[in-house]
């Protein structure tokens, strides 16, 4: 095998056989985009953390969470509610690998 110092690599070859690790990871990036979505959206409307998190009804730190992806919860279900308090529209795309089929809902 030729080496690398590519470590996205070394980490993939490292976990190829892992799949709950593989899991993990890719829950964490879900929630990372979330996240960034959610800051994004913020940002956007003039929010800050306390103001999103008091029309909500939440404590700031779950805002905060969210943002950073560290959210326990369930975050689509927040970004739902964001995205209600913003004033936009949620898309969601299932789309299929193995032909050109796709579902979409706005919610």
Same mark, same amino acid.
């Given at each position: 095998? #030729? *080496?690398?110092?590519? &470590?996205? *690599?070394?980490?993939?070859?490292?976990? *190829?056989?892992? #799949?709950?690790?593989? +899991?993990?990871?890719? %829950?964490?990036?879900?929630?990372?985009?979330?996240?960034?979505?959610?800051?994004? &959206?913020?940002? +956007? $409307?003039?929010?800050? +953390? #306390?103001?999103? &998190?008091?029309?909500?009804?939440?404590?700031?730190?779950?805002?905060?969470?969210?943002?950073?992806?560290?959210? %326990?919860?369930?975050?689509?279900?927040?970004? +739902?509610?964001?995205?209600?308090?913003?004033?936009?529209?949620?898309?969601?795309?299932?789309?299929?690998?193995?032909?050109?089929? $796709?579902? *979409?809902?706005?919610?």
């Amino acid at each position: 095998m #030729k *080496k690398t110092t590519n &470590a996205i *690599k070394i980490i993939n070859n490292l976990i *190829k056989d892992e #799949k709950e690790t593989q +899991q993990r990871i890719a %829950e964490s990036y879900l929630n990372t985009q979330i996240g960034q979505l959610i800051y994004d &959206a913020r940002q +956007q $409307s003039e929010f800050t +953390q #306390k103001q999103l &998190a008091n029309i909500l009804g939440v404590e700031e730190s779950v805002i905060d969470d969210l943002e950073i992806g560290d959210y %326990e919860g369930d975050g689509l279900i927040m970004l +739902q509610k964001i995205a209600r308090v913003i004033n936009c529209n949620l898309q969601i795309e299932l789309s299929s690998n193995n032909s050109n089929s $796709s579902l *979409k809902i706005t919610v």
